[in-house]
């Protein structure tokens, strides 16, 4: 399985970007997909993550800001993010926890996107 990440850029303060993330391959379904990001010099962090029924979650340094949501039968994950600050400057990772079919059966994949850049500054 793969996922593509995309919508990465740069952005003045105070404005928009959304983030895509497609699976692709053998899938069987998927649980909860999900954003992480990293800056320089510090750890991975989680943004948000949507679990296959819907329910949300986000991490408090973007709570009213940004919206996850997923297409399931396009196995894409978005990220749609307001209000984007200087802090918000990192590489954006995507992760879906997979279910694989395999010829020797099914599973379970945890999967993780190349990164994308977004970069906020004036």
């Known amino acids: 399985v793969q996922l593509q990440a995309s919508g990465g850029g740069l952005v003045q303060p105070g404005g928009s970007l959304r983030l895509s993330c497609a699976a692709s391959?053998?899938?069987?379904?998927?649980?909860?997909m999900g954003w992480y990001r990293q800056a320089p010099g510090k750890q991975r962090e989680l943004v948000a993550a949507?679990?296959?029924?819907?329910?949300?979650n986000y991490a408090d340094f973007v709570k009213g800001r940004f919206t996850i949501s997923r297409d399931n039968a396009k196995s894409t994950v978005y990220l749609q993010m307001n209000s984007l600050n200087t802090e918000d400057t990192a590489v954006y990772y995507c992760?879906?926890?997979?279910?694989?079919?395999?010829?020797?059966?099914?599973?379970?994949?945890?999967?993780w996107g190349q990164g994308t850049q977004v970069t906020v500054s004036s």
């Open positions: 992760n879906a926890d997979i279910v694989e079919r395999l010829r020797i059966g099914t599973v379970r994949t945890p999967a």
């Open positions: 391959g053998s899938i069987v379904s998927i649980n909860t």
């Open positions: 949507i679990t296959i029924g819907g329910t949300t």
